[in-house]
């Protein structure tokens, strides 16, 4: 039989199949379309994420070390304190993990970013003597200590508190003697002094828990902050030497 036989003269039996797969589609097409959303319901009914609450205002005043920071921040230096010094100085504190983070210009930010600023070459000055062996460096001026080895340094700049007036560390060359992890004071009731390393009669390098620079200064140690003080007695021994020089900001000598 030719093939155009199966549609028979008036091409009825093609007519009644197309039109039986065109319903078909129509109605698939129908029911597709009352289960499927649209795109704009969809998006209607996506359920929507936290909003982000709005960056808090910087209100910190003007700061005692104000210039200092406008300074080390790239700021206009004028001493007193504006929405954009504040958010600078703010952006700075978080960096640097500072609490509060709050764009106050006060001594830990400064202390901070001295040490920051020196990370570079600590020892630009030429003020710590190179020597072939470890030198723990202790800059009084700068409130200052790193620890080099020739001209490498091998133990980055950190921010210390050193002896007040009438009690200023003592300067010049000294030695690690004793080390002591737990150590407590037998002189200041028993205070905390971890990770001590005793380097000159009763001074040592340690970490101060709580607030590094209480009370202006300490009675002739070396305080770092507890973090830094670990680190520093794990890479120091018995024997090592220690060298200090300048002086303190606010003491005579």
Not at 153 to 161: D, G, H, N, Q, S
């Amino acid at each position: 039989m030719a093939t155009g036989d199966t549609t028979g003269a008036t091409g009825r039996p093609a007519r009644r199949t197309a039109a039986i797969r065109g319903a078909a589609a129509l109605a698939a097409a129908l029911t597709l379309g009352a289960l499927a959303p649209t795109a704009a319901a969809t998006a209607t009914a996506a359920p929507a994420g936290p909003v982000p609450e709005p960056e808090a205002a910087c209100t910190a005043g003007t700061g005692p070390y104000q210039r200092e920071l406008e300074a080390g921040l790239g700021r206009p230096v004028d001493g007193t304190q504006s929405t954009a010094d504040c958010v600078a100085v703010r952006s700075f504190q978080r960096t640097h993990r500072i609490t509060p983070a709050d764009g106050y210009a006060g001594l830990v930010t400064h202390r901070t970013m001295v040490a920051v600023n020196a990370r570079e070459n600590p020892n630009a000055a030429g003020s710590c003597p190179v020597r072939a062996r470890r030198v723990t460096c202790v800059d009084l001026e700068r409130q200052l200590l790193w620890v080099q080895r020739d001209e490498r340094v091998v133990f980055a700049p950190v921010p210390i508190r050193t002896g007040r007036d009438d009690q200023e560390t003592r300067p010049g060359w000294h030695e690690v003697y004793w080390r002591s992890k737990d150590h407590e004071s037998t002189l200041y009731d028993n205070a905390p002094m971890p990770y001590a390393q005793f380097f000159d009669g009763g001074q040592a390098l340690h970490g101060r828990p709580g607030d590094l620079y209480a009370h202006g200064g300490s009675a002739g140690c070396v305080n770092l902050s507890v973090p830094d003080a670990e680190r520093l007695w794990n890479l120091l021994v018995e024997g090592d030497t220690v060298y200090v020089w300048g002086t303190k900001p606010g003491t005579d000598d």
